[in-house]
């Protein structure tokens, strides 16, 4: 029904940026909320950042002032500006969908392939 693709992941130096990027596309009526996740190596996978459609952002704390989410609800598209990495920001970040195919429908989500970061020091 609805995929997501993701892209922007690599390698980068710490202090360094990347851009994710995640275009939501299929049988999509309405996109409630857009947002990222990432899960470390023996860790847990954690909220990173989402945006709903009307704007509203949230952040982990640890990113707080280094990650930017910014959403292009033209485009189903979310993007997530990486500023100022750091080796714990290593992780494989996913893109997630909070969306209705149908307007009857309840809300309904989907998950990126997952796009892998690494930061090293």
């Known amino acids: 029904q609805v995929q997501l693709v993701e892209s922007g992941g690599g390698l980068v130096q710490a202090g360094g940026s990347l851009r994710l990027s995640c275009a939501a596309s299929g049988n999509i009526f309405s996109i409630n909320s857009m947002g990222w996740y990432r899960q470390a190596p023996g860790k847990q996978r954690e909220l990173v950042a989402t945006v709903t459609s009307g704007g509203s952002t949230d952040y982990t704390d640890s990113v707080k002032g280094r990650f930017t989410i910014s959403r292009d609800n033209a485009k189903n598209t979310v993007y997530l500006q990486m500023n100022s990495l750091k080796p714990e920001d290593t992780a494989v970040y996913y893109c997630?969908?909070?969306?209705?195919?149908?307007?009857?429908?309840?809300?309904?989500?989907?998950w990126g392939q997952g796009t892998q970061v690494t930061v090293s020091s």
């Open positions: 997630n969908c909070q969306f209705k195919t149908r307007a009857w429908d309840s809300l309904a989500n989907s």
